[in-house]
């Protein structure tokens, strides 16, 4: 049976023109953003400008066929299409955290390349520049963020704020921190569908208490999911960071993560590429490199795709002791580490005043709609 996700029903229901204006479904936005998959059933509304709508019925058959079609025909779609109307929809939510500035998803196109590392230490290098800074650790499935910080035995607890129960964040090294993994036994897997897990992540960001931020950081999971689907549909991203080290099969999924994010349906802006574990430097050596993945992969493939080099990190024993420990490296400045880490916050900082003040908004975000 084919792996059915949200993307191949948006794909085939892009094929489906609307008689009344040519468009295709998801170009026209008929295609409110609840689609459920469970198993081969899937199941989702289209949007009607009114209940009459003389269409109605050819559209939501063409619809299920081009499911059928393009998805598989084993799918259980028949009888699954809803139909909604503007008239009866509610007014759109009020905009989630209104108090951020900025919102800067972190992501890597495979795992094992060190891209949570990369996260906490640049949220610490950011506080230590005099920021105000939140993360968020959305990597659902391993979430890591609770020991780097030091925070394992947190439990955050439900705090009113003008009148409503919000989730207090942990906080260590200047950071607001709010993680699954605080919410479930750490030696446990956690075992969640997809939808699942985009609905944990929208109640970690609806309800923590985020209060005025800076910056927002978000790790990511690895590769592409429904995760990334919900965050750019949930929130207005100022831009991603991906994360890869040199070596060329690290590069070949960073460039899938780069075009995700580029792409049509995401177009969310790519702030730049970090090349994480650039090189070796012994502790004994320090004007010594040594390089294990290949020499300036990144580099080479932020030049290729005409997006800025934001950092080299190198490999330092350090890095893994501080991860252990609970003490991220960024926490020492004066460090080869900490110097590396401070220089990519400084150059995150200057992306993102550099598009805030040139480059208008052109995504649109969806609302959810119940």
Partial sequence: MTTIYPKLILDALSKVRYPGTGKDLVAQEMVDDDIRIDGNKVSFSLIFDKPNDPFIKSVMKAAETAILTYVGADVDIKGNIRVKTKQTLPPPPEKLLPQVKNIIAVSSGKGGVGKSTVAANLAVALAQLGYKVGLLDADIFGPSMPKIFHVEEARPYMEEVDGRELIAPAENYGVKLLSIGFFVNKEDAVLWRGSMASNALKQLIAEGNWGELDYFLIDLPPGTSDIHLTLVQTLPVTGAIIVSTPQEVALADARKGISMFTG?????????????????????LPENKYYLFGKEGGKRLAEELHIPLLGQIPIVQSICEGGDAGTPVALNPDSVTGMAFRELAENVVKQVDYRNEHQAPTRKVNVTKK
């Fill in 264 to 284: 049509e349906k995401i177009n969310v802006p790519v702030l730049g590429l970090v090349e994480n574990m650039a090189w070796f430097t012994p502790a004994e």
